[in-house]
């Protein structure tokens, strides 16, 4: 599968974005999706995750109660809502999918993920 994420800008403390990620060249049903984020100098990190159908997820402390993942099954499509922004969310947002035979939902490591995006830039101003 191939990935391709969006929606990343240059935004103030306090605001919102909405980060989209779409998938093509096999089912995105078949995928666990999940977000991760990497900050200068610093490793990537676990954001959010959501399972194949949607109906579970988990989140980081650092977001949790302020971001929201979703996805759309019929448009190959995975959103993360992203409120009340902080000068510490800003990084590379990545998305990430691992296929949903895996089991587990919430796996915080890089490593458990197959396949990636090409990143989109997120800079919170203060």
């Known amino acids: 599968v191939q990935l391709q994420a969006s929606g990343g800008g240059l935004v103030q403390a306090g605001a919102f974005l909405r980060l989209s990620c779409v998938a093509s060249g096999r089912t995105f049903s078949s995928y666990i999706m999940g977000w991760f984020r990497q900050a200068p100098g610093k490793e990537r990190e676990f954001v959010a995750a959501i399972s194949w159908s949607g109906g579970s997820t988990g989140f980081a402390n650092s977001v949790k109660g302020r971001f929201t993942i979703s996805r759309d099954n019929a448009k190959n499509t995975l959103f993360l809502q992203m409120n009340s922004l902080k000068p510490e969310d800003t990084a590379v947002y990545y998305c990430?999918?691992?296929?949903?035979?895996?089991?587990?939902?919430?796996?915080?490591?890089?490593?458990?993920?197959?396949?990636w995006g090409q990143g989109t830039q997120v800079t919170v101003s203060s």
């Open positions: 990430a999918a691992r296929p949903k035979e895996y089991n587990i939902v919430v796996v915080t490591t890089p490593g458990g993920y197959d396949y």
